[in-house]
């Protein structure tokens, strides 16, 4: 193109007439060449993806009746499981280390002595939280319940029939022909699954909206048992929800907060090791809680050198992909012990969201991917409000960062999840339009008071 | 009489978190009144009818944000290097209880006796590892055909206030010592509570009535509490089958006003004093009425300076068992202010019981405030006995003269 138009500057005005005088003309060929070009363009458009676009999300903010200070943590930890210091002491030691805060929450049900994890008391929970949720987002999109033409629910370990997704469905009086989806059972990466789900859905169904909604409902998971390995849930998991408006509407793209780019999928479960190291099942006594290898952080690293080999060549630049490209032919052919490069993500990114799984996580990750304290600020801040809300602590991470101040219009953020199974899935998003403070959320009322020092351990 | 159905139980924490490492330590006062607590039961005759559990969960929020207020309440009991009581504010929380009983709080009252009134109260004793308990349990029992109690009962013990000195002798000394020397005997009786009302008039009555017959016009005339106080110690002191003299008895006092602390100050400041009933006559209510006042006004700030004082330097290798249990005690509670507690609508109680325990020994006579409209010297008078006692006292003729309503009597055959 550029040769050409150099070659038309270098030639004269006269020149130029005769050429176009010597190129023969017929109609019929001016037509078709025409219709070829209006056929590509057409042929282009149609079978370009759809853009996403994220018109706005509400994250649920518990009451703070359901606050739970570390000491009555462990005071009814030692009420109930009084038959076994060991067990008690271990998870003393799990939550001073554990990075969270003071003021996470847990539902009503396991507040009682001893907890009451009883199906209506899950309900209730699965109620209060995706029914706030839903009614926050609603407020701030305007849209009404007749608009949602796709539902997507996903909670990893509470699965009634009928299914959360129904019961958004009755709540809201959904149309009769929405397309509603509940996915149970894929841990806490599964927020990320039900966006690339949406995302799916509408590319083929065009001028639609999609209501996704993350959770994880605490009530019924519950450990009562005593093994170690079994009661680190009961440490970290917390109340929390979220629920996300996409849209594929042309009109939303000027509103939209958030342009989704990439999703891209790590699935580990071929490999045994990876398959059991986030296992659900019964403990000696019978007692059901969700077993934790000490593998863990391992597969959680493989799963995610995984995945970033497939989103690398997506979102960084060119040159860390050639000096990636340069030192990995340099391992295989010249000198194996040659230090693997590792791409430096903070040019591909301006924003980070690490699921808030445990600290060991987010201190593995920001090792791995060589990042800076501010960059995993949102995730340790979350860790410290809310705990570990499972699937939905992306959205608690993403609201700090508007809560800062700190998304502007074009930055990218890159929210990477893990989950049982093994998952590593990840999500690219660009900002639409700077996020303006104060924002409504639920860093509403305590911004101010983050970042924290959160000290390596909190002496209980 | 309907059953108290328990619900569940429940830890409740407050609304903000306490910065770490906060201490407060416990006064001598309050730590010589370790065995002993308080019950108390607020009765609320709620108009609006609500849906189960609504009030309780609006309850449980008010506590929420009262307790950010009071990071005492939820911190938990430590022994110091010394081996005495502080409490570390650790955010731990208070226990709260919900129950549901079927019927009117009106119904409810109309039949209530001291066994079941207990009912309405949770308490936990202490067990071994003192730091998971909690000194606070709050009840609340909605009542199914509208109504609610709510009790919030509590570990004596609390904050300290500012200690002074001087020698001097003092009199208070007497119901300390001899609660520490005498261990009181494990009592088979079986304690009632019967609770009277004494609307203005009567009070004024029996005000009257135990004026000293020669008294000075220019004496101020006798309080309340003196001549309620005097009538039930001669009369409790005649169901006991006291010839001579009359039964020795202890005042116990609120001492907030004379050390000059708030109203809202935060800690024991009930104190003992002892008043010897020899050379009075059953039915002389003036000159019991005079002890009593005498007793009252020697507790002035000195005093109790002084008591402080000697009480930390007593060697307590474990404070009394029960400061309640050496000998009738007559306690002050008329500047309770219990009936402020307004609830929502503008509702005040309806009722509002006391009770100290552990209730051994003699017997107790509680002086309490009365719910507004007749008067500011209408009071409830809550007289703990034997419950043979009790009876006796009922059918007591100057007693029955003044006509008090009976809130509470003994029930035996309802049920």
Redesign the interface.
């Known amino acids: 193109m550029l040769a050409v138009f150099l070659e038309i500057l270098r030639l004269g005005p006269e020149e130029i007439l005769l050429l176009w005088n010597s190129l023969h003309f017929d109609l019929v060929q001016v037509l078709c060449s025409l219709f070829l070009v209006i056929f590509i363009a057409t042929f282009y458009f149609m079978s370009k993806p759809r853009s996403i676009y994220l018109v706005d999300y509400s994250c649920y903010k518990p ?3 359901c ?6 943590f462990m ?2 930890s ?2 109930i499981l009084k038959d076994n210091p060991k067990s008690v002491d271990f998870q003393m030691r799990i939550l001073e280390r554990s990075g969270l ?3 996470t929450c847990l539902p ?1 049900a396991i ?3 001893p907890p ?1 994890p009883t199906m209506e008391a899950a309900r209730g929970e699965a109620e209060v939280v995706l029914f706030s949720a839903i009614d926050s987002l609603m407020e701030k999109t305007g849209i009404r319940p007749k608009d949602i033409d796709i539902l997507i629910v996903n909670c990893s370990l509470f699965s009634p029939t009928p299914s959360l997704s129904a019961m958004v469905v009755n709540k809201y009086k959904l149309r009769s022909n929405v397309k509603s989806f509940n996915l149970s059972g894929m841990g806490c990466s599964a927020g990320l699954i039900s966006i690339d789900l949406a995302r799916d859905l509408l590319q083929v169904h065009p001028n639609s909206n999609a209501l996704v909604i993350s959770t994880e409902i605490i009530t019924p998971n519950y450990y009562k048992g005593s093994e170690r390995a079994m009661l680190l849930p009961n440490c970290l998991f917390r109340m929390g929800g979220a629920a996300i408006l996409l849209s594929n509407k042309r009109r939303d793209s000027a509103r939209a907060k958030y342009k989704l780019v990439h999703v891209v999928r790590t699935h580990k479960g071929a490999d045994d090791k990876a398959y059991r190291c986030v296992y659900e099942q019964e403990d000696p006594e019978g007692k059901v809680g969700i077993n934790l290898s000490k593998d863990l952080m391992v597969i959680a690293g493989e799963a995610l050198k995984s995945n970033i080999t497939t989103i690398g060549p997506l979102v960084l630049p060119a040159s860390e992909q050639l000096l990636f490209l340069f030192t990995l032919i340099g391992r295989k052919m010249f000198n194996p012990k040659w230090k693997p490069y590792i791409p430096d993500f903070k040019q591909a990114f301006e924003h980070f969201c690490i699921h808030a799984g445990g600290r060991a996580v987010i201190d593995e990750l920001q090792k791995n991917l060589q990042l800076s304290a501010e960059h995993v600020e949102a995730s340790r801040m979350t860790l410290h409000r809310f705990g570990n809300t499972s699937s939905s602590s992306l959205w608690y991470e993403m609201s700090y960062i508007e809560a800062k101040g700190r998304m502007k219009k074009g930055d990218r953020v890159w929210q990477i999840a893990f989950g049982s199974g093994f998952k590593c899935n990840s999500a690219v998003w660009k900002c639409n339009r700077t996020i303006k403070t104060p924002t409504d959320g639920p860093w509403q009322d305590c911004i101010d008071r983050y970042p924290v020092h959160i000290p390596e351990i909190v002496k209980l | 009489m309907a059953e108290v159905l328990f619900i ?8 903000k ?2 910065q770490p490492g906060q201490i407060s330590p416990l006064s001598i006062l309050d730590r010589v009144m370790e065995h002993n607590h308080l019950r108390v039961v607020f009765y609320y005759g709620l108009q609006t009818r609500r849906r189960a559990g609504e009030l309780t969960k609006k309850l ?2 008010s506590i ?1 944000d009262m307790l950010s207020a009071f990071p005492v309440v939820t911190g ?1 009991l430590l022994r110091t290097s010394e081996g005495d009581w502080t409490i570390k504010c ?4 208070v ?1 709260m209880v919900e129950a549901r009983v079927e019927g009117t709080v009106d119904e409810w009252l109309k039949n209530v006796d001291r066994e079941k009134e207990l009912k309405l109260v949770h308490w936990e004793e202490m067990f071994q ?1 003192q730091y ?1 308990w909690s000194t606070f349990y709050v009840q609340i029992t909605e009542f199914e055909g509208g109504g609610l109690a709510v009790a919030p009962p509590f570990f004596h013990p609390l904050p300290p206030p500012r200690t002074g000195k001087k020698n001097r002798n003092f009199h208070s000394i007497n119901h300390y010592k001899s609660a520490k020397e005498n261990s009181v005997p494990a009592s088979d009786t079986k304690q009632t509570t019967i609770t009277l009302k004494f609307n203005q008039e009567m009070v004024k009555n029996c005000i009257n009535m135990a004026r000293t017959t020669n008294a000075d016009n220019c004496q101020p005339s006798l309080t309340p509490f003196e001549a309620l106080a005097a009538l039930f110690w001669t009369r409790i002191s005649k169901v006991k089958g006291m010839k001579s003299g009359l039964v020795d008895m202890s005042l116990c006092l609120d001492v907030r006003k004379v050390l000059g602390l708030e109203k809202g100050f935060f800690g024991n400041c009930m104190v003992y004093n002892r008043v010897q009933g020899d050379g009075i006559q059953e039915n002389d209510l003036s000159k019991a009425a005079g002890f009593i006042r005498e007793a009252v006004f020697k507790i002035d700030r000195d005093e109790v300076m002084d008591l402080i004082e000697w009480l930390e330097q007593e060697n307590w290798k474990t404070y009394p068992s029960c400061m309640n249990g050496s000998c009738l005690i007559c306690a002050n509670l008329e500047n309770m202010n219990s009936y402020s507690a307004v609830f929502e609508e503008n509702s005040s109680p309806l009722r509002v019981s006391y009770y100290i325990e552990p209730s051994v020994g003699a017997g107790q006579i509680l002086i309490l405030p009365s719910p507004g409209g007749d008067g500011p010297c209408s009071r409830v008078v809550s007289v703990t006995l034997p419950e043979v006692e009790a009876e006796k006292l009922l059918e007591d003729g100057l007693i029955k003269q003044f006509g008090p309503t009976i809130w509470m009597g003994l029930n035996r055959n309802l049920c």
């Open positions: 009451p703070v009746t606050r739970v200070p570390f000491s009555t005071e009814h030692r009420l805060g003071e003021e009503p507040h009682y002595i009451t | 569940c139980k429940r830890t409740v924490s407050s609304s978190p306490v449980r929020e929420t938990r650790n955010d731990a929380g226990r590892r998971f």
